[in-house]
């Protein structure tokens, strides 16, 4: 059990049947009344954002998300199949969990497959990825000075924006969390 007066960024807690995170939070002791705790929680299932205020003395049993690295197999039929490196097994995941980074993320890849009593919500990518661009308009030398981007398609499939030196075959960095370019690799 945690107490709402222990509460600190990034503590996950069930409330209401729902598992939350806290995003922010901060003690409040007004010249009159009682303190209380104002706070910013996240439904780490839903992805919901709320504001909540809690008496500190309120408890709640306290949720454990299990963070296990798993390798990307392949795709079928809009499932998505991992292998515990461990014990082999494959974990087939449907694409509606994946999530919008999940773009960038290419075959034999190890991800974080995020899981609370044995039901599977999301799946976190690494942050940096190395990528091969296989279609954008040429490049021009000299194009370094200015920050004018052009659109690019990489080996996965996802578009992001590329400064206008980068050329078809370059390999660049993807920012998974954001899905922007960082570097050429």
């Known amino acids: 059990m945690i107490s709402a007066g222990d509460f600190r960024n990034g503590v996950t807690f069930e409330m209401d049947g729902n598992v939350v995170q806290i995003i922010e939070f ?48 392949y795709e079928d039929g809009g499932l998505y199949y991992f292998m515990d490196s461990e014990t082999y097994e494959n974990l087939p995941i449907n694409e509606s969990i994946l999530g919008d980074s999940f773009k960038f993320v290419k075959e034999n890849t190890t991800v974080k497959v995020l899981s609370y009593k044995g039901n599977v919500f999301g ?11 296989t279609k954008t308009d040429p490049g021009f030398k000299g194009n370094t000075a200015t920050n004018t981007t052009k659109p690019a398609t990489l080996e996965t499939g996802a ?25 050429r690799a």
């Open 123 to 133: 799946v976190e990518p690494p942050n940096f990825i190395e990528l091969k661009v």
């Open 159 to 183: 578009q992001i924006s590329v400064p206008l030196f980068i050329e078809e075959g370059d390999m660049i960095r993807v920012d998974t969390r954001v899905g922007e370019y960082m570097e």
């Open 26 to 73: 901060q003690h409040v002791k007004p010249g009159k009344g009682a303190a209380f705790v104002r706070t910013k929680i996240k439904n780490v299932i839903s992805g919901s954002v709320t504001e909540k205020t809690f008496n500190p003395s309120d408890k709640f049993p306290t949720a454990y998300i299990e963070r296990k690295e798993m390798e990307y197999l």
